[in-house]
């Protein structure tokens, strides 16, 4: 583990989203921009990592993003690109500052909204993703026979903590994709790779695939 991950370990998260559009900087005083709305619907469940971030942000801040002292961690950061004139100091604050917004007042509809990056949906749906990721990839059918076998494989081998997280992951994820499209295309990003079993519905399958998981955590 790098020191990156003791002294920053959540603006390493926040700036990623900033990697996963191009690492431009587009927020002003009055909105986020891409990357950082993406990063608030990701830790709107918990606010206390954007607590973190700010944290984070003073101390970088505070010591000087060029320092001595912290210029190995800040090599490991993703990069952002500020605006022709704009330093990336000011963009940090810019960014503190909608952190500290969030922080006081969080949108209330957040959870409803639909990411808007390959980066927030992995991240808001990390267990589920690696489901898809891990077993219903594209070398699928060269390592088991059915859906019922690749499952029966991940239940063997994932804990029960991730079998309960990849049911409420799948829950939400049904509720947050409205129509087939939407549902095939944003499973997809998360890794899936194989069609449905014969004769069953994409939405079918996953309600399938959580009431397996649900039953078989149940007391």
Same mark, same amino acid.
């Given at each position: 583990?790098?020191?990156? +991950?003791?002294?920053f370990?959540?603006?390493? #998260?926040?700036?990623?989203?900033?990697?996963?559009?191009g690492?431009?900087? #587009?927020d *002003?005083?009055e %909105?986020?921009?891409?990357?950082? !709305?993406?990063?608030?619907?990701?830790? %709107?469940?918990?606010?206390?990592? !954007?607590?973190?971030?700010?944290?984070?942000l003073?101390?970088l801040?505070?010591?000087?993003l060029?320092? &001595?002292e912290? %210029?190995?961690?800040?090599?490991?950061?993703? +990069?952002?690109?500020?605006?022709?004139?704009v330093?990336?100091? &000011?963009?940090?604050?810019?960014?503190?500052?909608?952190l500290? /917004?969030?922080l006081?007042?969080p949108?209330? #509809?957040?959870?409803?909204r639909?990411?808007? *990056?390959?980066?927030?949906?992995?991240e808001?749906f990390?267990?589920l993703?690696?489901?898809?990721?891990?077993?219903?990839?594209?070398?699928?059918s060269a390592?088991?026979?059915?859906?019922?076998?690749?499952? &029966?494989?991940?239940? %063997?081998l994932?804990?029960?903590?991730d +079998? /309960?997280?990849?049911? !409420?992951?799948?829950?939400a994820?049904?509720?947050?994709?409205?129509? #087939? &499209?939407?549902?095939?295309?944003?499973? /997809?990003?998360?890794g899936?790779?194989?069609?449905?079993?014969?004769?069953?519905?994409?939405?079918?399958?996953?309600?399938d695939v959580?009431?397996?998981?649900? +039953?078989h955590?149940?007391?």
């Amino acid at each position: 583990m790098t020191s990156t +991950h003791d002294r920053f370990t959540e603006l390493h #998260d926040l700036l990623q989203a900033y990697e996963a559009t191009g690492h431009t900087f #587009d927020d *002003t005083m009055e %909105a986020p921009g891409k990357a950082l !709305a993406s990063y608030l619907r990701v830790v %709107a469940a918990t606010p206390q990592r !954007a607590a973190s971030a700010v944290r984070e942000l003073d101390d970088l801040l505070a010591v000087g993003l060029f320092s &001595d002292e912290i %210029a190995d961690e800040v090599d490991l950061l993703p +990069h952002i690109e500020p605006p022709s004139g704009v330093g990336v100091e &000011d963009c940090l604050r810019v960014v503190r500052h909608h952190l500290e /917004r969030f922080l006081t007042k969080p949108p209330a #509809d957040i959870p409803s909204r639909r990411p808007g *990056t390959v980066w927030e949906w992995r991240e808001r749906f990390p267990a589920l993703a690696h489901l898809m990721g891990s077993y219903f990839h594209q070398d699928f059918s060269a390592e088991y026979g059915s859906h019922a076998e690749a499952l &029966d494989d991940y239940l %063997a081998l994932e804990s029960p903590q991730d +079998h /309960r997280a990849t049911a !409420a992951n799948i829950d939400a994820f049904l509720a947050i994709n409205r129509t #087939d &499209d939407e549902l095939a295309e944003a499973i /997809r990003v998360l890794g899936l790779r194989v069609a449905p079993p014969k004769g069953v519905s994409l939405r079918q399958w996953l309600s399938d695939v959580r009431g397996i998981l649900t +039953h078989h955590v149940a007391p």
